[in-house]
């Protein structure tokens, strides 16, 4: 079994890890790894940083990826009215509120359902990328651009709730039916895998990667 001592000689004199500290994932209670396994506040375990952080992060976002394309290229919904049946995408739901005159809600699915997940996953992409392989990262915009991830975090169903507004703004006629399509259930998917990367990033990556790095090209110049 390790040490508390080889188990934090690898972060920064200094810090909570190479004292042997931590904060629990759940509630944030600072305490020793070495006596508790478990939060004594909350139940949580306890670790220097979450488990399999990157492989899972890594494994949410590329299936996140992966599902963003069908995610717009599939019909969301399918409208039925007197018999004529017609399938719309979240672009073509957005054109379609354009070419009506409804600029202001356009704009506004069009960011909510299309620029927003985009963005989070390309910033989750960067954030990633940066921590494993990018020596000239800077750590302080690295913790900025994964605060702006968290923040947008706050509201991800809120694309959800544009995408089932956006079905009911297209066409609405009393005489019609509209149901769900394949491409509602991707976009959904890829909200809620972006929300589970973002969750399993552990952002004290950054600083541990920068130290690893100092380390590196210490040890190169001696």
Not at 12 to 24: D, E, I, R, V, Y
Not at 61 to 74: E, F, G, K, T, W
Not at 168 to 174: N, S
Request: charged content about 10%; proline content about 4%; glycine content about 6%.
């Amino acid at each position: 079994m390790t040490t508390a001592d080889e188990r934090t000689s690898a972060f920064s004199p200094g810090s909570a890890a190479s004292a042997g500290l931590t904060g629990c994932h759940a509630c944030g209670l600072v305490l020793p790894v070495a006596e508790h396994s478990h939060c004594p506040r909350c139940g949580s375990s306890v670790h220097l940083r979450k488990p399999a952080s990157l492989a899972r992060c890594w494994a949410f976002l590329l299936a996140a990826l992966v599902l963003y394309i069908p995610a717009n290229i599939l019909p969301i919904m399918e409208t039925t009215s007197f018999g004529d049946t017609q399938s719309n995408t979240i672009m073509s739901g957005i054109i379609v509120l354009w070419n009506n005159g409804s600029w202001g809600i356009a704009l506004i699915v069009f960011v909510a359902s299309m620029v927003v997940p985009l963005g989070k996953l390309l910033a989750l992409l960067v954030l990633l990328i940066s921590v494993q392989r990018s020596p000239l990262a800077n750590a302080k915009q690295l913790a900025r651009l994964y605060r702006l991830v968290e923040l947008v975090g706050k509201w991800s169903m809120l694309d959800v709730y544009v995408v089932a507004l956006l079905a009911t703004l297209v066409r609405f006629d009393i005489f019609m039916s509209v149901h769900v399509d394949s491409g509602a259930l991707a976009f959904g998917a890829v909200v809620v895998l972006t929300m589970l990367s973002a969750q399993a990033f552990d952002p004290r990556l950054i600083w541990d990667s920068l130290q690893i790095r100092s380390q590196v090209r210490q040890s190169g110049d001696a």
